[in-house]
């Protein structure tokens, strides 16, 4: 069992910066493959990015490519995403997930959501013009 909680959310001007954090109960951490997924209103939840249990390998959805970067840190069962120069269209939910993987290097990437096993309970992003 693994537990999720985000933080780090809130509001901020296009153009700004803002940094999630996930903080991961359990000691397993290790064993998961960690992503970032967002929800608009309306609309379904999206990847946006995902590292590998090593944190070797990360992968990003094409809107958020260049501008978040996502890390992680085993050591204190962290995962944390970086978000600069963010638009209006960033605004969302944001939802920490893992997945129970044996791909230690991540050369298979998760991006679908039926391939995470928990989530968080969300973090609200939102991006004025």
């Known amino acids: 069992q693994v537990q999720l909680v985000e933080s780090g959310g809130g509001l901020v001007q296009a153009g700004g910066s803002l940094r999630l954090s996930c903080a991961a109960s359990?000691?397993?951490?290790?064993?998961?493959?960690m992503g970032w997924f967002r929800q608009a209103p309306g609309k379904e939840r999206e990847f946006v990015a995902t590292?590998?249990?090593?944190?070797?390998?990360?992968y990003y959805a094409d809107s958020v490519k260049g501008r978040f970067t996502i890390s992680r840190d085993n050591a204190r069962n962290l995962v944390y995403m970086q978000m600069n120069s963010l638009k209006p269209e960033d605004t969302a939910v944001y939802y920490c997930?893992?997945?129970?993987?044996?791909?230690?290097?991540?050369?298979?990437?998760?991006?679908?959501?039926?391939?995470?096993?928990?989530w968080g309970q969300g973090t609200q992003v939102t991006v004025s013009s």
């Open positions: 359990g000691r397993t951490f290790v064993y998961y493959a």
């Open positions: 997930a893992a997945a129970y993987s044996t791909d230690y290097s991540g050369t298979y990437p998760r991006k679908r959501v039926e391939e995470y096993d928990y």
């Open positions: 590292i590998s249990r090593s944190g070797s390998s990360t």
